[in-house]
């Protein structure tokens, strides 16, 4: 499982205004490829499926992430405080 996310977002916005959120998912990519070295068994894979983001439960963004998606991603939109 993938660490908690780190979120960047203004410390405060007027009504109406446009606003930048930035997330880094902290994340061990793994292909499901490699073997362990110790072991020679296939390290299991992990990756990055979905990322959702919402706030006072209203959903602001839903993500299909794929494989070839880097090791640790940032993710960054807009959205509007009403």
């Not at 490829?33 to 110790?38: A, E, F, M, V």
């Amino acid at each position: 499982m993938a660490k908690k996310p780190r979120v960047k977002v203004p410390k405060s916005a007027k009504k109406g205004e446009q606003i930048q959120i930035k997330t880094l998912i902290s994340h061990k990519m793994e292909t499901g490829t490699r073997k362990n070295k110790k072991t020679g068994k296939l390290i299991p894979r992990m990756i990055i499926n979905t990322f959702s983001c919402s706030f006072n439960g209203k959903e602001l963004l839903k993500a299909t992430l794929h494989p070839s998606v880097c090791r640790q991603p940032v993710l960054c939109f807009l959205c509007k405080g009403d």
